[in-house]
């Protein structure tokens, strides 16, 4: 018996963090990919735990049947968390309030279960061992959510299934808890009612997680959601009405059909007439295709290699119809050749040259993304751009957030390189940025686009180079490993936007 009890322990640990790391997840995709959910979300869950810790010391009598009901109630409770949470979103106007208060009630609960097991065991192992064992469990739990969360759980069961296959879990150990002690326990039949009706509860609330999934993101992007999928990166959603497919990444939008030509378009020729007949390119992000697809327009393009962090992005749009007929199959030419790579870490290794260079990142919205706009990055980039060559770097808005953008043209400036900002009307985001990028300052071509363009011509591309007062530079921090200022100006801005 005493080894149930501390394998009890090792769900108890495991169950715990996941929850934790739902939570948090879940967090980041609703309410913006930022280290302050993750540290907020921890922070009140370690709280909680200490407060459940504390609360134990007025359980005094039938520790066992304490111990099973709360970890049956963790277990609907933690389950059914994130179901909730997605299903609430969209409904309820002070949803931290409501996040962190799920999260203090699961951690209460959690932090409840090991002072109580400990109490437990005292009697059935030497106080030297029993501290020793309880935490080499607990310990254990914890580090193999740790590893399973991210390569396993997330990408393969989505975060509804996760949490509810973990309540089932604690569920499960209560149930098999009241069958192993059903001589001890007075309240046998109540608990093992409630641990049938819980674990049933869970399961059905497992088969259906898709539909539940569905019907939330329909309500929360107010359109049919015809493909989603969580990776070990993001949760990407699509969706679709009458007018128009659009792409949510972690709950932001990155493009809509309706008017992703004028983005990709702005992004693409104008540097692209820069450089003379580039064979070359390489493009960093984009792992839609829709910048690729606009190369492509250019006959004398012999090569594109495009450098994506997630394999299930490039996947979804080399075999999806409806996008790769956006992306006029451009993942699918014989003149590509896709990476799935860390962007940074793929330059640091890159010993080849490219005549023209595309930099389709996400916003900065949290660090790991941030390294990607700092000078350590863009010292990397003008090593790889070729003599004569250049590139063009996605750079947020400079309407919403100008501190970001001029951030963003400083620090290119600090790595030695000449850098020319535009910017275009994109109706689906407003006025966004771009950063064109040589070694060193030469005349702007406005000739030389492929035919077919709905946007960019001879005439618009000046337009582009000319800022009005409203958008006027401003001063900035260079964005540097080590201070990540881009980032803080980031979420500063688009706080007051949101």
């Known amino acids: 018996m005493q080894l149930l009890l501390l394998i009890a322990v090792f769900v108890v640990a495991t169950c715990g963090l996941v929850y934790e790391l739902v939570a948090g997840t879940l967090a980041s995709y609703l309410l913006g990919d930022s280290v302050t959910q993750f540290s907020t979300i921890i922070g009140v869950y370690l709280f909680a735990m200490g407060i459940g810790s504390w609360l134990s010391r007025y359980f005094e009598r039938n520790l066992l049947s304490w111990f099973i009901q709360i970890e049956i109630l963790v277990g609907v409770v933690g389950g059914f968390s994130s179901a909730l949470l997605f299903y609430l979103f969209p409904h309820v106007e002070s949803f931290r309030l409501l996040l962190y208060l799920l999260v203090g009630i699961t951690g209460t609960l959690v932090g409840l279960e090991i002072p109580l097991l400990l109490r437990i065991l005292k009697d059935r192992v030497a106080f030297r061992d029993l501290v020793s064992k309880v935490f080499t469990f607990d310990y254990i739990g914890a580090l193999l959510a740790s590893v399973i969360f991210p390569l396993l759980l997330v990408p393969y069961l989505g975060l509804i299934r996760t949490s509810m296959l973990f309540g089932i879990m604690n569920a499960g150990v209560g149930l098999y808890l009241v069958y192993a002690f059903r001589e001890e326990l007075s309240t046998r039949k109540y608990l093992a009612i409630a641990g049938v009706a819980s674990l049933i509860a869970l399961l059905v609330g497992m088969v259906y ?37 659009r792409l949510f990444l972690n709950g932001n939008l990155q493009f809509s059909s309706a008017d992703e030509y004028r983005y990709h378009e702005a992004l693409v020729h104008p540097g692209m007439v820069q450089v003379n007949k580039a064979q070359r390119v390489l493009v960093l992000g984009g792992g839609d295709g829709l910048a690729v697809r606009e190369i492509l327009k250019y006959p004398f393009v012999k090569q594109v290699v495009l450098v994506d962090l997630d394999p299930q992005m490039t996947t979804l749009f080399s075999q999806h119809e409806l996008l790769t007929t956006l992306n006029s199959r451009a993942l699918l030419s014989p003149k590509v050749r896709v990476q799935n790579a860390d962007a940074f870490r793929w330059l640091t290794a890159n010993t080849q040259l490219f005549d023209f260079i595309v930099v389709d990142f996400p916003d ?23 003599p004569g060559g250049a590139a063009v770097i996605q750079s947020t808005s400079p309407f919403y957030a100008p501190q970001s953008f001029w951030c963003i043209h400083r620090t290119i400036q600090s790595a030695g390189l000449s850098v020319r900002p535009y910017h275009a009307l994109v109706p689906s985001f407003g006025e966004w940025g771009f950063m064109l990028v040589q070694h060193s300052e030469k005349e702007l071509y406005t000739a030389g686009f492929p035919a077919g363009l709905r946007f960019i011509d001879e005439s618009v591309l000046p337009q582009l180079f000319h800022f009005p007062k409203d958008m006027a530079q401003r001063e900035a921090e260079v964005n540097r490993l080590n201070n990540q200022a881009l980032v803080h100006y980031f979420e500063k801005e688009w706080s007051r936007v949101n």
């Not at 898709?210 to 993001?234: C, F, K, L, N």
């Not at 993304?369 to 863009?378: A, D, E, H, N, P």
Request: hydrophobic share 30%; glycine share 4%; net charge negative.
């Open 209 to 245: 997680a898709d539909r539940i999934m569905e019907q939330t993101e329909e309500t929360t992007y107010h359109a049919h959601v015809v493909y989603s999928g969580s990776t070990p990166y993001q949760r990407m959603v699509l969706t679709k009405n009458e007018n128009e497919l």
């Open 364 to 386: 900065p919205s949290n660090y790991s993304i941030g390294k990607l706009y700092t000078k350590s990055f863009y010292d990397m980039l003008g090593k790889t751009l070729a």
